[in-house]
């Protein structure tokens, strides 16, 4: 349809209870009145609203059953609080060198000090419940020269690039070789199982990370709704079908933030998966229920910090490129009718598409592992078309299996002692979609790999990847936590444990054995997983999206913060729901959100079964042309994003980056929030406020950005605009500000030809690089570099390869901005420039003669 998404005028007093992803609701019944639709089409639309909300009334008894048990299991089995205070570590007794650092004897505890590399220390408080290490990637170290000094005030254990001073109180001191101090930490303090650890916070400090976070990027500006500095659970939550910017927790906490200041900035990552809080205030405070006091201290320069971050607990594997493309997905396409008809309307449209995903309306009955063969007859053959059509084929999969003797997977399971019971030994049965439900438990590696093996045959119909939805586990409740009670019991790789330990790696651990499962049954094919919930390491399996956003600007805006955040958590590819999963967005929200996603690497339309449907041509034009031309633009850029994906998997960066990256001294981008870089490359400033149009078909306004130093070019319009200040760009409905940074090497395609744009440097050189292969699977690659030399009027490209797969272009252009191109030589041969362009083949240098 075209047009605008139906108004509601008046409701009428029918209230439906509405129990939807773990949360009660009192919803009015609305009435639909619209001029271009008949009666019968509105009462028949009423009707449907009301089936709808009436669906949901089955989930109550058992919700309600469910939330009573819970917290009746939880009063009679969790450990009851410590009542003794918190207490130091004492005194320091006595120090010991070890072969990676030092130990030390504390009257109270002991403390292990352990480098890494030589700017990434471990340090280990005992006692506590070691972790099992889900999270880390990297074990064999090379061993590291330290030093370890007696001080007046306690020792000093040193490597080359970092002190670490240990109090007789036991506060540690991070400082450089230098003696710079980067972190100086408090003595931690136990009180029975818990943990409370705080370190200093210079005045202008600036906090980072968390995972993903519905706040503003810089953590430590959050205020609560009593002004106070803002306490941020790490605790997977699903806030519900929706939330909003402030909501906290999110799907995916991980316990790790980057703290910049004026003298550098450090990352640390505490492997403790127990429900925790942090505070941000005069001091950073973290307080673990459970656990032991373990955590990672690294120092440098932002990507320094992620790069080491990403050796610990790993890098992304290169994902297959078309997964980089555009993806449509919505509850409520039920048929493969309805999901054909999409792919073609795609075509109709003339727009590109990369993948459709299903979500549980395909379902039987909503239980894992299924589609509907009565609405999905010829699924095989299905996606086979739809993969003719470039389209690639995703199914939705929920962790909770159907309570049901009828049900196959629940009787291999309980054959296999897969699920999670409670402290009694009773199956833990929360309700979920497909109604009573069990959870299989992924700290089990038997579990593991009973659950790899059930994405075999949908893998052979032609799935091309999954993502997995609910996995904090969430469950439908009344009140309280929306998840498993924290007593329930957990294999945790034969040791045992409980909930308040497994939750936090569930999602991750579901992510795994997906992983894996596309690894042994496709060899050939790189697995496509897509994940809610998560932990640190979730990067090495899956991607992720921002959930149940709501359709308005402040959660567009919010988009920004959250999928940077993330970048600085170790998880890269993420995006939002183009347009907010829950609401109607107007045709000016949907396309700014389309435009902001068009930079970001997750590219889906995503919409509830509640609202509704969304496509780029829902609003009609001139929205679906302007939304073609920024498809367009996606696909055309996929070289540049293609190689930044590369560069995820050799060094950790994320593709999307705060403006402070590379610019870290300049402390007027620390706060910048509603802009990000894509690369080094290209900088972007989404619209993210309503614009007021000058006239019923024009929209103009302007846009404040504070820009990195240096000179960059409008991308549209090569205007040269000076960074180091804030400017005010101008704003249409057709573009939002896109800037080029002086200096780079802009890959692009089109059809077969390879187009680099060239923003040669004020003096000096500047490089880039394009990586290819065949897009997927693991075969040859190739590594192109080419190198930008600047010398007065002078202007030089040397291309240098590596690697034996074959150059996948036909020919080269070459686009130069910011001078005038007078003659060109290609490989000593001159050459015709027209346009500041130049067409060629291989070649290993071209010159240019400008002014």
């Given at each position: 349809m075209t047009g605008k998404p139906l108004?509601?005028?008046?409701?009428?007093?029918?209230?439906?209870?509405?129990?939807?992803?773990?949360?009660?609701?009192?919803?009015?019944?609305?009435?639909?009145?619209?001029?271009?639709?008949?009666?019968?089409?509105?009462?028949?639309?009423?009707?449907?609203?009301?089936?709808?909300?009436?669906?949901?009334?089955?989930?109550?008894?058992?919700?309600?059953?469910?939330?009573?048990?819970?917290?009746?299991?939880?009063?009679?089995?969790?450990?009851?609080?410590?009542?003794?205070?918190?207490?130091?570590?004492?005194?320091?007794?006595?120090?010991?060198?070890?072969?990676?650092?030092?130990?030390?004897?504390?009257?109270?505890a002991e403390l292990d000090i352990s480098f890494l590399t030589p700017d990434l220390v471990r340090v280990n408080w005992f006692p506590g419940l070691p972790p099992i290490p889900y999270a880390i990637a990297k074990q064999d170290w090379d061993v590291v020269e330290t030093t370890l000094t007696e001080r007046d005030n306690g020792w000093a254990i040193a490597s080359e690039a970092l002190t670490i001073e240990v109090g007789i109180d036991g506060s540690l001191t991070f400082s450089d070789e230098a003696g710079q101090i980067w972190r100086e930490e408090l003595p931690p303090e136990r009180q029975g199982e818990q943990w409370l650890h705080r370190a200093c916070l210079r005045p202008q400090e600036h906090i980072y990370g968390l995972g993903e976070r519905a706040s503003s990027l810089n953590l430590r500006a959050a205020k609560d709704e009593r002004q106070k500095p803002k306490t941020y659970q790490i605790w997977n939550y699903d806030p519900a079908g929706s939330y909003s910017p402030g909501t906290d927790p999110m799907y995916i906490c991980i316990p790790l933030y980057l703290g910049l200041h004026d003298r550098g900035s450090y990352l640390i990552f505490y492997?403790?998966?127990?429900?925790?809080?942090?505070?941000?205030?005069?001091?950073?405070?973290?307080?673990?229920?459970?656990?032991?006091?373990?955590?990672?201290v690294t120092v440098g320069q932002p990507p320094h910090l992620i790069e080491r971050y990403t050796q610990l607990t790993g890098r992304p594997p290169l994902p297959a490129r078309w997964a980089l493309g555009y993806h449509q997905s919505r509850w409520g396409y039920r048929?493969?009718?309805?999901?054909?008809?999409?792919?073609?309307?795609f075509q109709t449209h003339n727009l590109p598409l990369s993948a459709i995903h299903l979500d549980i309306d395909c379902q039987v009955g909503h239980r894992a592992f299924t589609i509907d063969p009565q609405r999905f007859p010829e699924l095989a053959s299905f996606t086979q078309e739809l993969a003719?059509?470039?389209?690639?084929?995703?199914?939705?999969?929920?962790?909770?299996?159907?309570?049901?003797?009828?049900?196959?997977?629940?009787?291999?399971?309980?054959?296999?002692?897969?699920?999670?019971?409670?402290?009694?030994?009773?199956?833990?049965?929360?309700?979920?979609?497909?109604?009573?439900?069990?959870?299989?438990?992924?700290?089990?590696?038997?579990?593991?790999?009973?659950?790899?093996?059930?994405?075999?045959?949908?893998?052979?119909?032609?799935?091309?990847?999954?993502?997995?939805?609910?996995?904090?586990?969430?469950?439908?409740?009344?009140?309280?936590?929306?998840?498993?009670?924290?007593?329930?019991?957990?294999?945790?790789?034969?040791?045992?444990?409980?909930?308040?330990?497994?939750?936090?790696?569930?999602?991750?651990?579901?992510?795994?054995?997906?992983y894996e499962s596309i690894r042994q049954y496709r060899p050939q094919q790189r697995p496509f997983i897509v994940s809610r919930s998560g932990w640190a390491g979730l990067q090495r399996y899956a991607w992720t999206w921002t959930g149940d956003t709501i359709s308005t600007w402040e959660a567009l805006r919010q988009t920004v913060s959250t999928v940077v955040g993330l970048g600085l958590s170790g998880i890269p590819y993420t995006g939002p729901d183009i347009g907010g999963f829950q609401g109607n967005p107007t045709a000016e929200i949907y396309l700014r959100w389309f435009q902001m996603a068009t930079f970001l690497p997750f590219y889906r339309t995503h919409s509830s079964t509640s609202v509704e449907p969304r496509t780029p041509w829902s609003y009609g034009e001139p929205y679906l042309s302007i939304m073609r031309r920024f498809l367009q633009l996606r696909y055309q850029l996929m070289p540049y994003f293609y190689t930044l994906a590369w560069e995820a998997t050799q060094k950790g960066y994320p593709p999307v980056r705060p403006l402070f990256w590379f610019n870290w001294e300049e402390r007027s981008l620390?706060?910048?929030?509603?802009?990000?870089?894509l690369g080094d490359a290209l900088l972007i400033c989404p619209i993210v406020q309503e614009a007021k149009p000058?006239?019923?078909?024009?929209?103009?306004?302007?846009?404040?950005i504070s820009l990195p130093a240096g000179r960059w070019y409008n991308f549209w319009d090569d205007t040269v605009i000076e960074g180091g200040k804030t400017t005010q760009l101008e704003v249409s409905l057709e573009q939002i500000p896109l800037l080029v940074r002086e200096g780079s090497i802009l890959p692009m395609e089109k059809e077969k030809?390879?187009?680099?744009?060239?923003?040669?440097?004020?003096?000096?050189?500047?490089?880039?690089?394009?990586?290819?292969?065949?897009?997927?699977?693991?075969?040859?690659?190739?590594?192109?570099?080419?190198?930008?030399?600047?010398?007065?009027?002078?202007?030089?490209?040397?291309?240098?390869?590596?690697?034996?797969y074959d150059f996948p272009y036909q020919t080269v252009q070459l686009n130069i901005h910011g001078v005038s191109v007078q003659q060109a030589w290609v490989d000593e041969q001159e050459a015709i420039a027209q346009r500041q362009q130049l067409q060629c083949h291989l070649f290993r240098r071209v010159r240019f003669s400008c002014n």
């Amino acid at each position: 349809m075209t047009g605008k998404p139906l108004q509601v005028n008046f409701k009428i007093p029918v209230s439906i209870i509405f129990v939807c992803s773990g949360k009660i609701a009192l919803f009015d019944c609305p009435i639909i009145k619209d001029s271009t639709m008949g009666f019968f089409q509105q009462l028949l639309l009423q009707l449907k609203f009301v089936l709808k909300s009436l669906f949901f009334l089955q989930y109550t008894p058992n919700t309600l059953f469910y939330s009573y048990k819970r917290d009746r299991l939880e009063e009679k089995y969790l450990p009851k609080p410590s009542s003794e205070p918190f207490a130091p570590p004492g005194k320091l007794v006595e120090a010991t060198a070890t072969d990676r650092g030092a130990y030390f004897y504390f009257e109270q505890a002991e403390l292990d000090i352990s480098f890494l590399t030589p700017d990434l220390v471990r340090v280990n408080w005992f006692p506590g419940l070691p972790p099992i290490p889900y999270a880390i990637a990297k074990q064999d170290w090379d061993v590291v020269e330290t030093t370890l000094t007696e001080r007046d005030n306690g020792w000093a254990i040193a490597s080359e690039a970092l002190t670490i001073e240990v109090g007789i109180d036991g506060s540690l001191t991070f400082s450089d070789e230098a003696g710079q101090i980067w972190r100086e930490e408090l003595p931690p303090e136990r009180q029975g199982e818990q943990w409370l650890h705080r370190a200093c916070l210079r005045p202008q400090e600036h906090i980072y990370g968390l995972g993903e976070r519905a706040s503003s990027l810089n953590l430590r500006a959050a205020k609560d709704e009593r002004q106070k500095p803002k306490t941020y659970q790490i605790w997977n939550y699903d806030p519900a079908g929706s939330y909003s910017p402030g909501t906290d927790p999110m799907y995916i906490c991980i316990p790790l933030y980057l703290g910049l200041h004026d003298r550098g900035s450090y990352l640390i990552f505490y492997e403790n998966s127990f429900r925790a809080e942090f505070t941000f205030a005069d001091l950073a405070t973290a307080q673990f229920e459970g656990g032991s006091l373990r955590y990672y201290v690294t120092v440098g320069q932002p990507p320094h910090l992620i790069e080491r971050y990403t050796q610990l607990t790993g890098r992304p594997p290169l994902p297959a490129r078309w997964a980089l493309g555009y993806h449509q997905s919505r509850w409520g396409y039920r048929t493969e009718a309805n999901v054909r008809e999409e792919a073609r309307a795609f075509q109709t449209h003339n727009l590109p598409l990369s993948a459709i995903h299903l979500d549980i309306d395909c379902q039987v009955g909503h239980r894992a592992f299924t589609i509907d063969p009565q609405r999905f007859p010829e699924l095989a053959s299905f996606t086979q078309e739809l993969a003719k059509l470039g389209v690639r084929f995703i199914a939705i999969n929920n962790p909770g299996i159907k309570y049901s003797r009828h049900n196959n997977l629940f009787l291999e399971g309980q054959i296999l002692n897969a699920f999670c019971t409670y402290p009694n030994g009773e199956l833990a049965l929360a309700p979920v979609w497909a109604g009573r439900t069990v959870f299989p438990d992924f700290t089990n590696p038997l579990v593991r790999a009973w659950w790899s093996r059930q994405y075999a045959y949908l893998l052979d119909v032609g799935v091309s990847g999954f993502w997995h939805d609910m996995n904090e586990p969430a469950v439908f409740v009344y009140w309280g936590d929306h998840s498993l009670p924290k007593v329930t019991q957990h294999c945790l790789e034969g040791r045992g444990g409980d909930h308040r330990e497994a939750h936090n790696v569930y999602g991750l651990l579901e992510a795994e054995a997906a992983y894996e499962s596309i690894r042994q049954y496709r060899p050939q094919q790189r697995p496509f997983i897509v994940s809610r919930s998560g932990w640190a390491g979730l990067q090495r399996y899956a991607w992720t999206w921002t959930g149940d956003t709501i359709s308005t600007w402040e959660a567009l805006r919010q988009t920004v913060s959250t999928v940077v955040g993330l970048g600085l958590s170790g998880i890269p590819y993420t995006g939002p729901d183009i347009g907010g999963f829950q609401g109607n967005p107007t045709a000016e929200i949907y396309l700014r959100w389309f435009q902001m996603a068009t930079f970001l690497p997750f590219y889906r339309t995503h919409s509830s079964t509640s609202v509704e449907p969304r496509t780029p041509w829902s609003y009609g034009e001139p929205y679906l042309s302007i939304m073609r031309r920024f498809l367009q633009l996606r696909y055309q850029l996929m070289p540049y994003f293609y190689t930044l994906a590369w560069e995820a998997t050799q060094k950790g960066y994320p593709p999307v980056r705060p403006l402070f990256w590379f610019n870290w001294e300049e402390r007027s981008l620390w706060d910048v929030e509603d802009a990000f870089c894509l690369g080094d490359a290209l900088l972007i400033c989404p619209i993210v406020q309503e614009a007021k149009p000058i006239s019923t078909t024009e929209f103009r306004s302007t846009r404040t950005i504070s820009l990195p130093a240096g000179r960059w070019y409008n991308f549209w319009d090569d205007t040269v605009i000076e960074g180091g200040k804030t400017t005010q760009l101008e704003v249409s409905l057709e573009q939002i500000p896109l800037l080029v940074r002086e200096g780079s090497i802009l890959p692009m395609e089109k059809e077969k030809q390879l187009i680099l744009h060239l923003y040669p440097p004020q003096s000096g050189k500047s490089e880039g690089y394009v990586y290819s292969d065949r897009g997927d699977g693991y075969g040859e690659s190739r590594l192109d570099r080419f190198r930008l030399l600047r010398n007065g009027e002078s202007l030089e490209l040397i291309w240098e390869r590596q690697g034996n797969y074959d150059f996948p272009y036909q020919t080269v252009q070459l686009n130069i901005h910011g001078v005038s191109v007078q003659q060109a030589w290609v490989d000593e041969q001159e050459a015709i420039a027209q346009r500041q362009q130049l067409q060629c083949h291989l070649f290993r240098r071209v010159r240019f003669s400008c002014n």
